[in-house]
């Protein structure tokens, strides 16, 4: 799969806020670097298993976002 042979995970988090001023403090620092924001928790509620994943994240066990950059 190209996704995962471009792209690594380099920052979770579960504030969408705090997740963003890191994106756009990255983007300065390395302005070639590519970003991608996945929102685990809406992926993850798309399941069947849904109360095992509410479980998961409200016991702190699961990050929301995930940001994958390029290298």
């Not at 670097?33 to 069947?48: E, P």
């Amino acid at each position: 799969m190209a996704f995962k042979d471009n792209y690594y995970l380099v920052r979770t988090g579960n504030s969408l806020t705090d997740i963003k001023k890191w994106i756009s403090w990255a983007k300065k620092t390395s302005p070639k670097q590519r970003f991608i924001l996945v929102n685990n928790y809406a992926l993850k509620m798309k399941t069947k298993d849904k109360e095992y994943w509410k479980s998961r994240f409200n016991g702190g066990l699961e990050d929301k976002y995930y940001v994958y950059g390029s290298y």
